[in-house]
């Protein structure tokens, strides 16, 4: 029961703050602007591209955390851990915070393409973001401790309480103070600092007490031993950090800030085909790799195969909806008519590539419960290579929808390129099968059908219509992929 409750204490705050976030985007696009808002989408990106610098640590915490509950180390032993992993944290938050401080100057006038706003509000916004990067990379450290220790009701509340402020509570702060880039980062800053207080006070109220006689100090020794486990977390988040936040990089470089913040709304919506496989690859790789261990290799391609067809079913139709209603979509969410129309290409681009790319995680996932990832670190690698300067030259060309012709370009290269030479490695003679029996069969009806849907239905004018038109049209799509899956079909007949 307490692991149930653990359990949807996590997803319910996950869908709230994930929710609430997509909701209240339109409200800030209508008070601050598009410029403005690309900025936002440069704050958010930053923050992706700060957890670089984790190294593993976090979920390092989390695990020692867990142990030292199991009985696995002494209450010594673990506040040294502590101690010395929040050296290292004040560390990197004071050097990585420190130099984009420092760039602040840099980064307004030379890196961002601002066309309208005063270069200083600029500067004094990218200075209150690099002090919030810092204090929410010292948050992620305690947050570890927390769930370390399994308090997951109390951190799906506060994590709920924390967005609520950061996403709800800057609206009257906006309308009663100013809609400008200072006021908003600079209250972004203060729930940093509320944030931070919250989750040193409660993992505080966690940790044992140091035994009598003993003096904590402070060394690098308690980290060794964890330090395998660290790099291994370190480098498949490295990974996916440089191939989801790579384009966010250089179009923040090469496009003008508004927009890149119409690039940050599309690539927002997008990011739904990756949200709703999400549950699905936390439950699967362990799984797998437990069947892997088992040496129960029936079971495990059938899981593969299977699994595979489950995320067409749900991430192709909702790829595939997006992009071919993607105007109604916008414009049903934000009811700006602007943002629909320079957004909605990008959309188009971007979904079908998540899509795709949903798909393409299915080799790690094997790679990974074979216990050997040198072939998805190369082809991470040559997917990067092959990203960044086709990304460079498609904007620098053809602007945002350049860079979405890139990213898609890039994934089906990547797909149809370097998956069979995996599977190859690891499975042979199943490549053909995954992909004509549990891909490609899905993806062509779920095309086809979003593409005539689009055709012969007309979206509705009404913006309350839309979203509801939407949601009926993605319902369709993937009941007629669903049929089409053998998988589903099975399970339907079980059901029986």
Not at 15 to 42: D, N, Q, R, S
Not at 102 to 113: R, T
Not at 363 to 389: C, E, M, N, T, W
Request: charged content about 10%; glycine content about 8%.
């Amino acid at each position: 029961m307490f692991l149930k409750h653990n359990i949807l204490a996590n997803y319910a705050s996950q869908i709230y703050v994930t929710v609430i976030g997509i909701v209240m985007v339109p409200l800030y696009l209508k008070y601050m602007g598009a410029e403005a808002y690309g900025l936002v989408g440069f704050f958010t990106m930053l923050q992706a591209w700060f957890n670089l610098l984790d190294m593993g640590l976090t979920p390092t915490m989390a695990r020692e955390t867990a142990r030292f509950r199991g009985g696995a180390t002494d209450a010594l032993n673990y506040r040294r851990l502590v101690r010395a992993l929040q050296i290292i944290f004040l560390a990197v938050a004071l050097a990585g915070g420190g130099t984009l401080f420092m760039s602040a100057g840099f980064i307004a006038s030379d890196w961002l393409k601002v066309q309208t706003l005063p270069l200083s509000e600029v500067q004094f916004a990218v200075q209150m973001m690099a002090l919030g990067v810092a204090l929410r990379w010292m948050c992620g450290l305690y947050r570890g401790a927390i769930s370390g220790s399994e308090c997951f009701v109390w951190l799906g509340g506060y994590n709920s309480l924390i967005a609520t402020l950061r996403f709800v509570g800057v609206l009257p702060v906006l309308m009663l103070v100013g809609a400008t880039p200072m006021v908003f980062f600079t209250y972004q800053l203060l729930v940093a600092v509320i944030d931070l207080a919250g989750l040193t006070t409660k993992t505080y109220g966690l940790l044992p007490a140091v035994p009598a006689g003993q003096r904590l100090g402070w060394s690098f020794a308690p980290i060794r031993p964890v330090l395998k486990f660290s790099l291994t977390i370190a480098f498949t988040s490295s990974v996916w950090v440089l191939v989801t936040q790579t384009d966010k990089l250089v179009l923040s470089k090469l496009l003008p800030l508004a927009e890149y913040g119409y690039f940050t709304l599309a690539v927002l919506v997008a990011n739904a085909v990756m949200i709703t496989t999400g549950p699905i690859s936390i439950a699967l790789v362990p799984r797998l790799a437990r069947l892997e261990a088992e040496g129960d290799y029936v079971g495990f391609i059938k899981l593969y195969r299977d699994a595979t067809q489950l995320v067409c079913v749900i991430a192709l139709p909702v790829a595939f909806t997006l992009a071919a209603f993607a105007q109604p979509v916008i414009w049903a969410w934000t009811g700006d008519p602007v943002a629909a129309q320079i957004a909605a290409p990008i959309l188009q681009l971007y979904a079908v590539g998540n899509g795709v790319l949903a798909v393409a995680a299915f080799p790690y996932y094997l790679q990974y419960a074979k216990g050997d990832l040198r072939l998805h670190l190369l082809g991470s690698a040559i997917f990067v290579i092959l990203l960044i300067p086709s990304m460079v030259w498609a904007t620098w060309k053809f602007g945002a929808v350049g860079a979405g012709w890139a990213w898609l370009a890039s994934n089906l290269i990547y797909f149809f390129g370097w998956i069979p030479l995996v599977h190859r490695r690891f499975q042979p003679r199943l490549h053909w099968r995954w992909l004509g029996k549990d891909v490609a069969g899905l993806a062509i009806i779920a095309g086809f059908t979003s593409w005539g849907l689009s055709v012969f239905i007309p979206a509705p004018e009404s913006r309350i219509l839309g979203i509801f038109f939407a949601v009926l049209m993605g319902f369709v799509v993937l009941m007629f992929t669903a049929m089409t899956s053998t998988t589903c079909r099975s399970y339907g007949l079980r059901l029986k």
